[in-house]
């Protein structure tokens, strides 16, 4: 006979973890501290953009999507993510889900139409326990809107 593991408990500390864990990537993101989102992940992440950009979650380098996202924010004046209604779940011995509402505005003043170009929608995180330090192994971005100037992303 064989028998389910048990799925540890979520306990109020692993959920603020997890929920500070995606708080960080957003903040380092907007003030452009590159050096500190290493540590927010695991080595390879399933990176899903497939409602902004078309194509497939792809599995990539944390260095090569830290260094793309790096590249796509630096001509940027600002950003800034916003993020909230985090809903978490443990989903085994090692691993945890969360997904949270967003809101993410991009300010780039240039003379090919207005300067703010936002999007709300979801994030999905997964998460995986690496000896004790929660990472972010996976990422999905469900846009359900934007407003404003789309082409501030080509301007760069």
Request: charge should be negative; glycine fraction near 8%.
């Amino acid at each position: 006979m064989t028998t389910t593991p048990t799925i540890p408990k979520l306990t109020a500390e692993t959920r603020q973890e997890l929920v500070d864990l995606t708080v960080s990537l957003a903040w380092h993101l907007d003030h452009e501290q590159w050096d500190e989102l290493p540590e927010l992940f695991t080595e390879r992440v399933l990176l899903d953009y497939t409602s902004l950009n078309g194509g497939a979650p792809t599995l990539v380098p944390r260095a090569d999507m830290i260094a793309k996202w790096r590249t796509n924010r630096t001509p940027l004046k600002a950003t800034q993510h916003l993020l909230g209604n985090h809903l978490v779940t443990r989903t085994g011995e090692t691993t945890a889900v969360a997904t949270a509402m967003f809101q993410a505005t991009h300010l780039l003043p240039n003379d090919q139409g207005g300067p703010l170009w936002t999007l709300g929608g979801e994030y999905a995180y997964s998460f995986v326990d690496a000896d004790g330090t929660w990472l972010i192994d996976g990422l999905t971005m469900k846009l359900l809107w934007a407003d404003g100037n789309r082409n501030i992303r080509d301007l760069r």
